[in-house]
């Protein structure tokens, strides 16, 4: 990847869930609220060819464990969610891109990949939603400072 295209993607996802996260933290203090950023599995098991991906991520679950330091002195809960392969537009996107260079159609991609990962299937957007309503549901409220995975099993470690 190019420099251009590193710096796009520090301040798309890592400099845009900072400078929201400061921007709200007087009011998050003020309502001893919760944060929850999205990282992504490849933090915690990078790959070479999505190398910026993985940086960031990890970077990613690394501010969000600095922010629940300050947090638990604010009273602010701050938590990561890493989740692994989700069908969402962006993952149709990347499969249509990714089909043709490697000789098949989406249709085939799409249901090659899980077999691949070691997964039985995708994971869907609700289910990733559904666990980022548990950490800041009152049940998680002395979870802070953790990564949570949700991955189908794809990571194969604990």
Known sequence: MTDEQWDHGLALKLHGARRLT?????????A???????SGNSAL???APY???????AA??????????????????????????????RRRS??????PLHDMTVDEATAKFPQEAGIARYGEPDEIAELMAFLVSPGARWMTGSAL????????SV
């Open 22 to 30: 400061v921007a709200a933290w007087p009011s998050l203090r003020e």
């Open 32 to 38: 001893k609220g919760s944060v929850v950023l999205m």
């Open 45 to 47: 098991f990078p790959k």
């Open 51 to 57: 190398a910026a991906v993985g940086t960031i991520n």
């Open 60 to 89: 990613i679950v690394a501010l969000a464990k600095a922010f629940s330091d300050r947090g638990i002195t604010d009273g602010v809960q701050v938590n990561s969610v890493l989740p692994g392969p989700v069908m969402t537009g």
């Open 94 to 99: 990347y499969l249509e891109h990714w089909a």
């Open 149 to 156: 995975r949700m991955d189908g099993g794809e990571v194969k």
